[in-house]
DNA sequence: TAGATTGTTAATCGATTAACAATC
DNA sequence: TAGATTGTTAATCGATTAACAATC
């Protein structure tokens, strides 16, 4: 079907909203929390977008696949504006999170303020480490990972958070799997394999610093006029030598990494 | 300069490849170095896509930004292209970091595995807390804030993480930024703003987990015939009220946030 | 040579944005 | 009514992908 309903745009209404509008709803809800506690009344999309960070013709674009919810001339109505973006994203109700990997990280993240603020709670904490079990992190209680099965079953978490070692980020993911979770949020550096209809994101700290560093280095090398690597490559393999298609391209092409 | 050489297709050489295709540099360099290590020596396209989780068209696209790294019929020699990738993201040198805000997050970013593994080396630790001055964490000393501008100026760095609670984010990247920093990883929930020739990525968990429950709130619904929230909204606020348009679609479209 | 696999083309898809009619 | 601002259109841009000629 096209559209299905005669109002509101069906298609774009209980589903078919880009991703991209979906990974930006949180940024303008944080946006309309802040002005919503200054007590702030309405608000135009182009004060909204400059406070979010975007385009405010991308803002309209995005409040329009939720429906109309502005008032022509006026603007947005703030408190119902959070509502209908919290409504959209399920925050209305509670969601109950399990962390497995209490290290440096995960015990960063049960302590993590953000967490609790957004119908997100900390339900159980689980730790492969025996000498973890029964300590209290974030005033929560740590439990071994033998238990990880029941933990969820009588948790009813629905949302797994894995900050364990990579080594161990697929064994556990696949746990949390079979043991009925379906979203995953992954800091282990590892790409993880999971069924459809399983959701994982992923936040990588190593990707995001090479990220910077690549524009970092463009940045670097824009004025300077040669940007030579220091340390000298060894010889290059012989795969890579049979490829040397055009002439003259041998000064900056070192072959092989130093270590 | 624009372009400046003259072998390698120039333009998407030294200049113009898609951020989505840097950002997948790493997640290859990644699956790459896990071959390197188990002596692998030649890889093609399609082995490697499934081992970084990506379609292999996709995969080769993003490599002939780069240059023609591979051999037809063969595959790609796995040394070779480490260092490629490895030199194109710029991690053939090292890059100093510095930390700022030292709590239960910036001080398990410090004892981060890797970080240091690929290029990034902890430079200074800052914190704004007295108490925390001097400190060693991760093998470091936690200098005060007040010390910002010289510690950065001494110790070379261009890459700022940015820790601290969201109220003083934009402050410290302020001074992170007049005193000579020009990349900056936030992992504070707020927008920063930032002078051009300034790169900000920011990680942000809050947003991470609303994302995974606008979808977890789909898949829960999918199945049931109603997805009606539990909890009754209260009266909508005037400018709600005033803006509905269409008939019949009351039942559906709850208005106003309960708290 | 025959088989394999790259590098590239071109079609498709999704996201962004300026512009403006609708309308408060 | 006049001014302001939304919601939507349409143009543009960038990213993805299948397909295949080039070539090892």
Redesign the interface.
């Known amino acids: 079907m096209a559209t299905g309903r ?3 745009p069906a298609t774009t209404r209980s ?1 078919g909203i880009p991703e991209a509008t ?2 930006r ?3 303008y ?3 309309l929390t802040a002005l919503s506690e200054r007590s702030v009344p ?1 608000v135009s999309s182009e004060e909204l977008a400059a ?3 975007v385009n405010s013709a991308k803002l309209r674009k995005d409040f329009s696949y939720l ?5 022509r001339g ?1 603007g947005y ?1 703030v ?2 504006l ?2 209908q973006i ?8 509670d ?1 109950p ?1 399990v962390i497995v990997g209490i ?3 995960g ?3 049960a ?2 303020g ?2 609790a ?4 709670r900390v339900a159980a904490l689980i730790d492969a480490d025996p000498s973890l079990t029964g300590r209290l992190v974030a005033g929560i209680e740590v439990q071994h990972t033998d238990g990880l099965e029941q933990i969820i079953d009588e948790s009813g978490v ?2 797994g958070v894995i900050a364990t070692p990579a080594g161990s980020a697929q064994q556990v993911c696949d746990r949390l799997v079979a043991a009925g979770i ?4 992954n800091f282990a ?1 590892t ?1 993880l ?1 999971v069924p459809d ?1 399983v ?1 994982v ?1 992923k ?19 824009e004025e300077a ?1 040669e940007e030579e ?3 000298p ?1 060894a010889a ?5 030598v ?2 040397r ?2 002439p ?2 041998d000064g ?7 270590a």
Chains 1, 2 share one sequence.
């Open positions: 005669n109002h509101r589903r979906v990974a709803l949180p940024l809800l944080r946006a309405t406070a979010a960070g429906g109309s919810y502005g008032t006026v109505d408190e119902y959070v509502y919290s409504r959209e994203l399920g925050l209305t109700q969601w999170v290290g440096n990280l015990a960063a993240l302590n993590y953000g967490f603020s957004r119908g997100f629905s949302i379906t979203s995953i949020l550096p790409v394999s209809g959701d994101r936040v990588d700290l190593s990707i995001e610093l090479q990220i910077l560093a690549f524009h970092e280095q463009r940045k670097a090398g006029p690597e220091t340390a490559p290059p393999p012989a795969a890579a049979s490829k298609p055009e003259g391209s900056d092409r070192p072959a092989v990494m130093p």
